[in-house]
């Protein structure tokens, strides 16, 4: 194994090095400080770390040696065009972008943004700015809407998807000029039943597509499980999925778009694993069934929540990192039929990365 | 006839995140001064005000003793040997 992971938690960004057939747990880099995103650009090897800070606003910092050194650079700007409109609150995606300096950026209050510079300086998407149905958008967990998804075709990188909780699925096929909403299929069980499909309204926790046949999106939302085929133009509910339908992360594989893993809660209003026990669900029929795999998980008396970017799988398909709310760190091997605590000390963990 | 600027000084814990020495700055309201404060030290900005221009939620600034009234457009006059602080909010954990 040779890549590292990077772990970003409430109180710093961990950059753990291989260590025999895990990761060493070194000291953070942002030492007390929320990290919100992380972002490795397999492009020039450059590391991004999000902030939300609590007293000073959200921040962006690049590394340009492996997290030794870091150096502050442009954030997002919310426009102000109404009374009552917010500033940004943090960071909550990035993603590398096909042209050469491109990066993405997801925010709370739901925004996308796009820089050309490196992440110098930062341009508000105004194509989805501007729809009008922005204004129906709603905070799911937090008050604000946020937009936490960013899915960028890997073959054809005018093709993107983004998600927001609440305001439903977007898709461009031009770059990010132009959106319209995607989503036909989901689910909303928390709307009046003549609102219950309604594209719009859809609190889709994370969108994941498969690296290989990226027309294949698995969607982890507030009620359900949903697996797209035609880059998220339409989804279709996995039924009944054990132990709940509840869950923020969903994992996809990069190869085989039949198989995808989730982290399933009992609730929403009880966001706990089910009976205390905490598993990874997979599913490698596309979603026709979903197997349980608790090998090394607390069997009994956990409380770990695992949060929408903190359940990964590295670029083989095989190895998965997952992270709480409770500070666990843990490593799957075998597709994650085994896992293995690699740390319970942690601080809260919001996001993890392979690097 | 000997003048005084308004000094203002930040809280050490801005100083984790860049350097913001106390200083005399010019001018007649929090806003003007904090501006000149800006100038010779542009990243300040974003940590003390937002993209609106408006303080931030959890940043305090007290002229003398007592709290800025106008934390959306900093008119709080200032005049000749006030001091300025700026504090972080008590929040967090």
Redo the contacts between chains.
């Keep these: 194994m040779s890549e590292r992971l990077l772990v970003a938690t409430r109180k710093g960004l961990f950059i753990c090095p291989p260590e025999g057939e895990g990761w060493a747990i070194p000291t953070p880099a942002f030492l007390g400080e929320p990290v919100s995103a992380v972002l490795h650009d397999k492009r020039d090897g450059a590391l991004y770390a999000a902030l939300r800070l609590g007293h000073f606003g959200a921040k962006l910092h690049r590394s340009e040696d492996g997290g030794a050194s870091w150096t502050e650079i442009g954030v997002p700007a919310l426009p102000k065009e109404k009374e009552g409109d917010k500033p940004l609150d943090m960071i909550w995606t990035l993603a590398a972008g096909a042209e050469p300096g491109v990066l993405w950026a997801g925010t709370l209050p739901a925004a996308l943004f796009r820089s050309a510079d490196r992440g110098a300086s930062w341009e508000l998407v105004r194509g989805l700015w501007d729809v009008p149905e922005r204004a129906s958008w709603v905070g799911g967990g937090y008050d604000d809407p946020g937009l936490h998804s960013i899915v960028i075709h890997p073959r054809d990188p005018r093709r993107m998807a983004i998600a927001i909780s609440t305001g439903g699925v977007w898709l461009s096929g031009d770059g990010g000029d132009s959106w319209r909403l995607g989503g036909r299929g989901l689910r909303a069980e928390y709307m009046p039943p003549a609102q219950a499909f309604d594209p719009g309204v859809q609190d889709v926790h994370l969108l994941a597509a498969c690296a290989a046949t990226p027309e294949v999106l698995w969607a982890q939302h507030h009620n359900g499980i949903f697996r797209s085929t035609d880059g998220g133009e339409s989804f279709v509910e996995v039924t009944a999925p054990a132990p709940s339908r509840f869950g923020f992360a969903v994992a996809a594989h990069p190869a085989d778009p039949a198989t995808a893993w989730f982290a399933p809660a009992v609730k929403d209003e009880c966001r706990v694993p089910v009976a205390g026990r905490l598993v990874v669900t997979r599913t490698q029929d596309g979603g026709a069934t979903l197997e349980a795999l608790g090998e090394g998980l607390p069997a009994a008396g956990s409380y770990d929540l695992v949060y929408r970017h903190a359940l990964v799988v590295d670029a083989a398909g095989g190895r998965l990192a997952m992270g709480s709310t409770t500070g666990n760190l843990w490593l799957g091997e075998a597709g994650g039929a085994r896992w293995r605590l690699l740390s319970a000390h942690l601080p809260p963990i919001a996001a993890l990365a392979f690097a | 006839m000997v003048t005084t600027m308004p000094r203002v000084s930040f809280t050490p814990?801005?100083r984790?995140?860049?350097d913001c020495p106390a200083m005399d700055a010019p001018g007649d309201t929090v806003r003007v001064v904090l501006e000149h404060v800006f100038t010779g030290n542009p990243?300040l900005r974003?940590?003390?005000l937002?993209?609106?221009g408006?303080l931030?939620k959890?940043?305090a600034i007290f002229v003398n003793e007592l709290p800025v009234a106008d934390r959306a457009g900093l008119a709080d006059p200032v005049g000749e040997g006030d001091d300025i602080f700026v504090f972080?909010?008590l929040?967090?954990g």
Excluded: T, W
């Design positions: 814990n801005l984790r995140h860049l990243r974003g940590y003390l937002d993209e609106h408006r931030r959890h940043v972080q909010a929040s967090g």
